[in-house]
Nanobody
Framework: QVQLVESGGGLVQAGGSLRLSCAASGRTSSDYVMGWFRQFPGKEREFAAA????????DYADSVKGRFTISRDNAKKMVYLQMNRLKPQDTAVYYCAAGRSYTLSVVRTRPDEYDYWGQGTQVTVSS
């Protein structure tokens, strides 16, 4: 079992930055691929960013590529999402997720590939 707790959401003006944090507890978080997903009102949860177990590989949705950066610190059991040049269309609830993996370098982009989820943190970008 892995418990995930997100923090760092809030209200920011367009063009600003936020850094989301995800604290993992329970089983060793380095055994898991980690991802960030977001959910817009009335929509399904969608992929934003993912990072492999060893941190060597990352993947991003086209909509955030070049603006968001995912990183992890396995020693601290933390995952981060640095969000720069935020836009009003980034307004959503952001979720941290962990997926079991036997491979160090794989990344995953589908929600059904993840086993554990945090409670979500709201990010609101005003225009």
């Amino acid at each position: 079992q892995v418990q995930l707790v997100e923090s760092g959401g809030g209200l920011v003006q367009a063009g600003g930055s936020l850094r989301l944090s995800c604290a993992a507890s329970g089983r060793t978080s380095s055994d898991y691929v980690m991802g960030w997903f977001r959910q817009f009102p009335g929509k399904e949860r969608e992929f934003a960013a993912a990072i492999s177990r060893n941190g060597d590989n990352t993947d991003y949705a086209d909509s955030v590529k070049g603006r968001f950066t995912i990183s992890r610190d396995n020693a601290k059991k933390m995952v981060y999402l640095q969000m720069n040049r935020l836009k009003p269309q980034d307004t959503a609830v952001y979720y941290c997720a962990a997926g079991r993996s036997y491979t160090l370098s794989v990344v995953r982009t589908r929600p059904d590939e993840y086993d554990y989820w945090g409670q979500g943190t709201q990010v609101t970008v005003s225009s």
